[in-house]
């Protein structure tokens, strides 16, 4: 293997052997973690109800409860009256005696409904007169009961593994009693980014290039949005084999998976490629992808370092198109997807046959329907290409293009 990049892979295939290669250096140990600090987290086995939700009938409602048969006939006009039996507030268990017809048992929201009762009149509906209530209104057969296990049954798994927790599942959790669960501890990953004309916003005070560090800093921000995720920083190297080689042996060895920006390329300047090909040991290199060409898998010390390009685009495609997915297989992920709109194109986008293209769009309401402006077909190095649109559409490989006017799944960034 040389530094050119003449053994290009599909992405599919990149996705793959990431996975797969992370699968072979990797063991995230389940940890039990309280629920409320499980946020964000992924979940390492399925959480099972041992109990119903509701756990009882229980009134959805202030009201009482009652035989519905018994309202059928009820109006403003022809009051039904009902004797009342009592109280139950939503701490008292259902009593033993049954409601009998022409009976009603006043109920709290929450309330358990007693034996007997099918329906729950609501306050706003009947008037009280001693010791009896007066019903204006019929209700039927089960309305204003949430019924027992009608939320969830007991024996339902309700979170399957690797779901990655949000506050929903958060609450869900705890309606069924559970306080701990076991999610993987998280997956420690080191970014760096390599280049002599690179400087550290706020670090390096001459920056005389005027090249500040965007490419690596996109990535660290990129992956702490991910609460499963440790990132350590760890700034600009030069481009020096040897220098590069020991920041990477020492990346890996506190971390799981390390990602670098820059160096990619296939210029004697590019000194990461050649580093790795001293000190470690090439998986792949190149991808059949626009942008992110360069991108590259390699080994050190078992673990891997993934090198995306210095040209922020490209680094943010290969995070999107080859590091996400790749952890998704590799823990079988349940979360992360983008959410997908369909927009017509406004006009071609041209591909190359063999490449994977991310094409940067901006989204337009056209009044019942999205327009997708492609924007900026080339420019990895151009930045405000991603802070300006929307979402991105993929161009298979085996397209010469995408027509105008097609019909196309636009996978939203925002
Ligand atoms: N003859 C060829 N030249 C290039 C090829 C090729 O196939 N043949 N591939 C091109 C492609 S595609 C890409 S992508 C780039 C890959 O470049 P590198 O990964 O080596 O990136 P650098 O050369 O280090 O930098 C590219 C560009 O980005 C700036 N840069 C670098 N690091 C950062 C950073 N952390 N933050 C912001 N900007 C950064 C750097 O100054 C350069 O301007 O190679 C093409 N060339
Ligand atoms: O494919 Mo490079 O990644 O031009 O930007």
Not at 20 to 35: D, I, N, Y
């Amino acid at each position: 293997m040389d530094r050119r990049l003449t053994t290009l892979i599909s992405v599919d295939d990149a996705v793959d052997l990431l996975a797969r290669t992370l699968s072979g250096a990797v063991s995230l140990e389940p940890e039990e973690v309280r629920v409320l600090e499980a946020v964000g987290r992924i979940i390492a086995e399925p959480v099972e109800t041992e109990i119903d939700i509701p756990p009882f009938n229980r009134s959805a409602v202030d009201g009482y409860a009652v035989h519905a048969d018994d309202t059928v006939n009820a109006s403003v006009y022809n009051p039904v009256e009902l004797v009342l039996k009592g109280v139950l507030t939503p701490s008292d268990k259902p009593p033993s005696e049954c409601v009998e017809p022409g009976e009603a048992v006043r109920v709290h929201t929450g309330s358990p409904i007693p034996c007997g009762a099918d329906a729950v009149v609501m306050d706003e509906d009947v008037e009280v007169k001693d010791g009896s209530i007066i019903v204006y209104k019929p209700v039927s057969p089960g309305q204003n009961i949430s019924r027992r296990g009608e939320d969830f049954a007991k024996g339902d798994v309700i979170i399957a593994r690797g779901t990655i927790l949000n506050p929903v599942h958060i609450g869900v959790i705890s309606s069924i009693g559970v306080d701990r669960v076991k999610v993987y501890r998280r997956l420690r990953i080191g970014v760096l980014t390599s280049g002599n004309e690179v400087c550290e916003p706020g670090i390096d005070r001459d920056c005389d290039t005027l090249i500040y560090n965007s490419s690596a800093r996109l990535i660290t921000a990129l992956l702490r949005q991910s609460r499963f995720i440790d990132v350590k920083y760890y700034g600009v190297f030069p481009d020096d084999p040897e220098i590069l080689s020991d920041a990477v042996v020492e990346a890996s060895m506190e971390n799981d998976l390390v990602v670098t920006t820059g160096g990619t390329g296939i210029s004697e300047g590019d000194a990461l490629i050649d580093a790795m090909l001293n000190t470690g040991k090439i998986v792949f290199r190149g991808v059949k992808m626009r942008p992110g060409r360069p991108t590259t898998l390699s080994l050190i010390n078992n673990k891997p370092v993934l090198h995306l390009s210095g040209y922020p685009v490209a680094a943010w495609t290969g995070y999107e198109a080859i590091l996400i997915p790749a952890v998704r297989k590799w823990l079988g992920l349940k979360g992360l997807e983008r959410l997908v709109v369909y927009a017509r194109l406004s006009r071609r986008i041209p591909n190359t046959v063999g490449y994977r293209s991310y094409i940067r769009v901006i989204l337009r309401d056209a009044g019942g329907e999205y327009v997708a402006e492609p924007y900026m077909l080339r420019g990895s190095g151009v930045l405000s290409s991603l802070l300006k649109s929307h979402g991105y559409i993929v161009v298979p490989e085996n397209v010469e293009g995408v027509e105008k006017d097609s019909v196309v799944p636009v996978y939203l960034l925002i």
